[in-house]
């Protein structure tokens, strides 16, 4: 297990903020990313407001998988930290098969164009999510001096740049995208 610190923020000028990151930082690679979300009926992540886990297969050139991920939420409702369980997927097709015949359901599907940054302590990606927008993660690459110290350190990081950005509480991709998809029927 993986234990995920992040700061996702909605972006409105992606350009000028590529730009600010290949001053702090060193661009990495750019990956095209379809993660598809499942359920079960007798287990719909996405019933429960906020979702608090995910199962997904992601579809990524040379390096697919299959994540399992828990969420934990503070009392305000903001995220706090994510467990990540997460292994390669050699033929993810396969593992969407295989998921199908014991009954899951596919309920979502992000697509994205990610640009990766390093930029020290944090991963940083800038992420054209089909539907969404564009949005940028700020990922602490270590948990040093426990969650609230390393959350405070991503949003110090992202303060750094000077850049115009919204933090929503109803963050996470699948969890947008399905809400979206939900007021639209």
Known sequence: MHQEVEIQAKIKN?????????KVGKFIKTR???????????????????PIEYLRVRYEEGKSHLNYSFLHFRKDGWLDVTDE????VEKPEIAEQIFRKIGLINIVTVQKIRKYFDCGKFEVTLDQVKGLGNFMEVEAKKVEGGVIKTRNACMDFLNSLNIKYNIEKDAGYPRMLYKKLKNKK
Not at 32 to 42: A, H, M, P, V
């Open 32 to 50: 095209k990313q379809i993660d598809k979300y499942f359920i079960t009926l007798q287990n719909d992540f996405f019933a429960k407001e906020p």
């Open 14 to 22: 992606l350009k000028e903020v590529e730009k600010k990151l290949n």
């Open 85 to 88: 369980y997460e292994t390669l």
